[in-house]
């Protein structure tokens, strides 16, 4: 089975490992310092807090921003589950912003009405988190200027977009958004197994976020309520988690980013050859804004005709091609269901689920599988 994506490990990577391994610190030494500092000037955002998923990076995102019961959060249905329960974690309610059905990114007009309506009844959510699709940037311009005139913070979920641009500027310098916050799976671009970081300019935000990461623990006498007893002295000030990075997976995230420039030009390289091989066939390859430059995480095939969806997504499996769907409408899980979320709910987000196929992309894949999938693809959908 050629799969949907997968990491590419070399040996500097595992020498990375290796020597923390035979190191003093294992966690809570310098490679995780080094691993921040790294991606957040790479991007430049000014601060980086590494943590040991995305999942726990929205968390502690949401939890700096102060989010919380009777709180309202907003983000896009097409998505993991994480970008939403993220807000259920802090006890706001959730709801969903319907898609672009050109980039199925959050779309800014549906943005714009539901803002207005939700200002009229008094609604307006305390965070919008966009999700920059397959690596492809939302129009954060556009969100950033609803943002100032709604006043909600924004948290970007650019799990799939390190290496991504906007406006020719790195994904993650937080120009247009409070964080934005990346994941480091092993299929996502670059990998610590698991991992995730989150970038932010603002000090409020990094330091809370540091606090949300280690028990709401300081060591800091400028963040302490009395004075110390003795070097030995922390406080805990707010109540957090233990969701620190580890130093073998913040060496080997800094390996990886050595080759982010060769991982991203490899998959766009990838996606513009797939791009021209199935421009004839009866489905829509993805349409990139020419504000963004896409990371490139997923590349999405939207069939013409729905009826055919499943047939062919079960053809190219038993073509040994390892498609996936990214993704079903959050809110029609049955967790979400029972919150009360019925069908219809976002019409564009429904007509991508019953016609996207996510076909294999990743730097290793090889000619001779770019070749398999291709034909599989031409022959299970036809022109
Ligand atoms: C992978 C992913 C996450 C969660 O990332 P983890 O590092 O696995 O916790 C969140 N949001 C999106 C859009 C993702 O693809």
Redesign the pocket.
């Known amino acids: 089975m050629v799969p949907y994506g997968r990491q590419s490990i070399d040996d500097a990577d595992i020498q990375a490992v290796t020597d923390v391994l035979r190191s003093d610190y294992l966690t809570q030494g310098p490679a995780v310092p080094a691993f921040e500092e790294r991606v957040a000037r790479h991007v430049g955002a000014r601060y980086g807090v590494a943590v040991n998923?995305?999942?726990s990076a929205l968390h502690i995102a949401c939890l700096a921003l102060g989010v919380g019961p009777g709180d309202r959060v907003w983000t896009s249905p097409v998505?993991?589950v994480?970008?939403s329960n993220c807000a259920l974690y802090c006890g706001a309610t959730v709801d969903f912003v319907d898609i672009d059905p050109r980039t199925y990114n959050m779309s800014v007009e549906r943005l714009a009405e539901m803002l207005e309506r939700a200002q009229a009844e008094g609604t307006l959510p305390k965070v919008v988190i966009p999700?920059h699709l397959a690596g492809q940037s939302c129009d954060m311009a556009a969100i950033a200027e609803l943002a100032k005139r709604y006043s909600f913070a924004v948290i970007e979920?650019a799990?799939?977009a390190i290496g991504g641009n906007y406006q020719g500027r790195p994904v993650g310098d937080c120009r247009y958004s409070d964080v934005t916050v990346f994941?480091?799976?092993p299929v996502?671009i670059i990998t610590t197994a698991?991992?995730?970081l989150a970038t932010t300019n603002r000090d409020d935000l990094a330091a809370g976020m540091r606090l949300g990461r280690s028990h709401g623990i300081t060591r800091d006498p400028a963040e302490m309520r009395s004075v110390p007893d003795g070097p030995w002295y922390y406080e805990q000030i707010t109540l957090g988690f233990n969701y620190r990075m580890t130093e073998m997976q913040a060496a080997l995230g800094l390996s990886q980013m050595d080759r982010l420039h060769q991982f991203i030009s490899t998959r766009r390289h990838l996606a513009a050859a797939y791009d021209g091989r199935l421009a004839s066939l009866a489905l829509t390859t993805p349409w990139q804004d020419p504000s963004t430059e896409s990371a490139w995480h997923l590349y999405v095939i939207r069939l013409d005709d729905p009826d055919r969806h499943r047939a062919t997504f079960e053809a190219l499996r038993t073509a040994g091609i390892g498609v996936n769907l990214h993704y079903m409408p959050v809110y029609l899980q049955p967790f979400y269901r029972d919150m009360g979320f019925q069908p219809g709910h976002c019409p564009e987000a429904e007509r991508y689920y019953a016609r996207a196929i996510s076909i294999p992309l990743f730097a290793t894949l090889g000619e001779r599988d770019f070749d398999l999938v291709v034909d599989a693809v031409s022959a299970a959908v036809g022109g």
């Open positions: 998923s995305a999942t998505t993991f994480a970008s999700v979920d799990s799939h994941s480091f799976h996502k698991e991992g995730g």
